[in-house]
């Protein structure tokens, strides 16, 4: 009986370590997944930034507008140098 229940604890162990091993693989997978979000994401931005871009180079969108909406959305000083360097200017 001792030599079952010793088979059975050893099984258990194995169980124990291949559930490990699985969860080990689902949380690989989780962040491969969210790494491929995050690079989907940045490209879809960069895409429709370079038509808003090239919307405003052909005239679609006044300069003025697109400053407006820059000028809202934009909040970090280090982006907003970007587009408004004479507020670094002003503040000195």
């Known amino acids: 009986m001792d030599k079952t ?3 059975i604890h050893e099984k258990i162990a194995h169980q124990q ?3 490990e091993q699985l969860r080990a ?6 962040a491969r997944k969210a790494e ?3 690079k989907i994401d940045s490209r879809k931005k960069i895409l429709a930034g370079a038509v808003f871009l090239n919307a405003v180079e ?4 006044s300069s003025d507008d697109f400053l407006i ?3 809202k959305g934009l909040t970090r000083e280090s982006d907003r140098r ?3 360097p004479k507020e670094d200017q002003q503040d000195s």
């Open 36 to 38: 491929d979000d995050r």
């Open 82 to 84: 970007l587009f408004f």
């Open 58 to 61: 052909i005239g679609k969108i």
């Open 5 to 7: 229940l010793a088979q």
């Open 69 to 71: 909406l820059m000028d």
């Open 25 to 30: 693989q689902k949380k690989a997978l989780e």
């Open 17 to 19: 370590q291949k559930l």
